[in-house]
Each structure stands twice: as C-alpha cells, then as structure tokens.
T-cell receptor, first 112, second 112 residues
Framework: DAEITQSPRHKITETGRQVTLACHQT?????MFWYRQDLGHGLRLIHY???????NKGEVSDGYSVSRSNTEDLPLTLESAASSQTSVYFC???????????FGPGTRLTVL | EDQVTQSPEALRLQEGESSSLNCSYT??????LFWYRQDPGKGPEFLFT???AGEEKEKERLKATLTKKESFLHITAPKPEDSATYLC?????????????FGTGTRLKVLA
C-alpha cells in the first residue's frame, strides 16, 4: 500500500543547531507539503512543492527551507533551530493542489 | 484576511445523540473545502471534499454540507469510536499564491 512516512518521530535538539526532518511518500504524488501544528493555531503551511525542483513558501516559512530532488522526498531543514520552532511537524502529499491531502504520522520536535 | 473558524471548540455527546459541527470561512479564490479527522498522536485523515455551495457528501454516520460562507459536519447517532478532533480546511488562490488554511478543530468526545 502507498504511504507517507516521516523520520524521526521524535527529536530533541538545542537552540542554534541545524535540524533536518525527512518525509518520504510512495503515492507518486507531485504535490508535497510541510505543516506545523501548535495549540491554538491549528495546522499552518510552511512550504510546499508542485514537483521536482519546485519549492514555494507558505504562511510560516521564516527559518525553514526545503529542497525537492525527486518525486518521493521533501526534507524540511531548520537552519538554526529556535525555541519557537518547538512543534509537531506534518508532511503531506496530494495528487493535485486542491485535492485531499494524505498526511504522515508527524515528527515531534523540541528545541531546548 | 483569510480565516477559517470552527465551532464549538469541544463537544461531548452521549452515544446516539446527533449533532453538528460548524466551519465558517473567509478565504478568497475558494478552490475547495475539506474535512479531516485527527486522532491523538496521528496525522489528519481525509474525510470529505466539497467544491460548490449546495454540495453534500455522506460517509457512514457523517454528512458534510457547504454554503457560500460555511460548512457543517453532521454526525448522526455517533458512537464512541467517532471521538476525535475534526478539522476543516479551505483551499484557495490569491494573486497566484496557493493557500490551504486549517481551522483549529472541534474536539469531539462520544460517551458510551
């Protein structure tokens, strides 16, 4: 069965360190997305990609970057982790931009 | 300003007690309204997509409806296994910018 996986599932890091969260999907979807979920804010879009070599900023992109070198993967990098980036991060994919999205299990990131 | 508001924030029902969840939105360039279910510690799971006012979708005990300004998720004779957080998301496009905005959700608890 097709799926979307994220790793690690839990990560603790220190302020100022670079962190990369992995996302891998086997749906063969062109569209991939990264969200963060915080109490009181719901899910907020960080970055999205319509296909290989395409990346776009979302609502809360400051301090984050992504790259898309193949269809299956969209890693999210925190260049210099800050305590405000403590959150649960979800990756998602969809067949088309305004279709339903399929979500991964999430990565809980704590920045100390 | 683009906004998606869900109400109530939390809802407790007795098993078999029907009710409705509300999602109101002000998002320009609407391309679709989406309902998801999220269980604790997991990623959102897609339920329904609605594209135009008057549209309705049904799945088991759930029925989603859409007007020009809001959507309702009706739950008929709920069971304890329907307990979850229900998320509404609206897809839109403004000046070429992709938007997929989530509400903060309704936490539903169904008591046996």
């Amino acid at each position: 069965d097709a799926e979307i996986t994220q790793s690690p599932r839990h990560k603790i890091t220190e302020t100022g360190r670079q962190v990369t969260l992995a996302c891998h999907q086997t749906w063969n979807h062109n569209n991939m997305f990264w969200y963060r979920q915080d109490l009181g804010h719901g899910l907020r879009l960080i970055h999205y990609s319509y296909g290989v070599q395409d990346t776009n900023k979302g609502e809360v992109s400051d301090g984050y970057s992504v790259s898309r070198s193949n269809t299956e993967d969209l890693p999210l990098t925190l260049e210099s982790a800050a305590s405000s980036q403590t959150s649960v991060y979800f990756c998602a994919s969809s067949e088309r931009g305004y279709n339903e999205q399929f979500f991964g299990p999430g990565t809980r990131l704590t920045v100390l | 300003e683009d906004q998606v508001t869900q109400s109530p924030e939390a809802l407790r029902l007795q098993e078999g007690e029907s009710s409705s969840l509300n999602c109101s939105y002000t998002v320009s360039g609407l391309r679709g309204l989406f309902w998801y279910r999220q269980d604790p510690g997991k990623g959102p799971e897609f339920l329904f997509t609605l594209y135009s006012a008057g549209e309705e979708k049904e799945k088991e005990r759930l029925k989603a409806t859409l007007t020009k300004k809001e959507s309702f998720l009706h739950i008929t004779a709920p069971k304890p296994e329907d307990s979850a957080t229900y998320l509404c998301a609206v897809g839109g496009r403004t000046s070429g910018t992709y938007k997929y905005i989530f509400g903060t959700g309704t936490r539903l608890k169904v008591l046996a």
